[in-house]
């Protein structure tokens, strides 16, 4: 679990990651005893590996910065990817650390693009922390309190699964579709 946090908040090809899933279903699990951790040191770990993993994407963006444009497109790395990440995050600034944190793929290249930009690394650091924190504790501990109010969740992972999937690429489809639109008024 750790590692695939760590990988999806930090390394640019870790964007396809299921990071809010495994979040819900870690705590979820750890109520029901399948996780054999306690609830503070499952959401402290995940909390570091997240707050680690957009320090190595910021670090990553910093030192390679614009050389990422001029990357040709391959099967992890696409140059839309780092173009949504940097509307995303010319539109909310620093909050895009927090919010990005919510969105697949944001919460990948939104590090990355902060490093690019080179964003005071002090401000980079509480919006990371704050990110991390959030993230980690609505997504764990929601799987955690639901889960022990309601055991039998554990019997429809699959379609919990399928549900955190939807509800959160709705977002990113509104936000395609939106783009699309506009798009397609300014090219009449």
Request: charged residues 15%.
């Amino acid at each position: 679990m750790l590692i695939v946090v760590f990988a999806e908040t930090g390394l640019f090809f870790g964007f396809f990651l299921p990071g809010d899933y495994l979040l819900f279903m870690a705590g979820l699990l750890c109520s029901a005893g399948m996780i054999d951790v306690s609830p503070a040191v499952l959401v402290l770990s995940l909390i570091t590996a997240g707050v680690l993993g957009n320090y190595t994407g910021y670090w990553f963006g910093y030192r390679t910065g614009p050389v990422l444009f001029n990357r040709p497109d391959s099967f992890f790395f696409k140059k839309r990817y780092i173009v949504v990440a940097e509307e995303f995050y010319a539109k909310y600034g620093g909050m895009a650390l927090i919010l990005g944190r919510f969105f697949p793929i944001i919460r990948t290249f939104a590090p990355i693009f902060a490093g690019v930009v080179k964003v005071d690394f002090k401000k980079f650091t509480l919006y990371n922390l704050i990110g991390s924190i959030t993230w980690v504790s609505i997504f764990t501990l929601g799987g955690f309190f639901l889960g022990r109010r309601y055991p039998q969740m554990k019997n429809y992972v699959e379609y919990i699964v399928v549900g955190l999937i939807l509800i959160t690429t709705i977002p990113l489809i509104i936000a395609f579709l939106k783009r699309r639109v506009i798009k397609g008024e300014k090219v009449h």
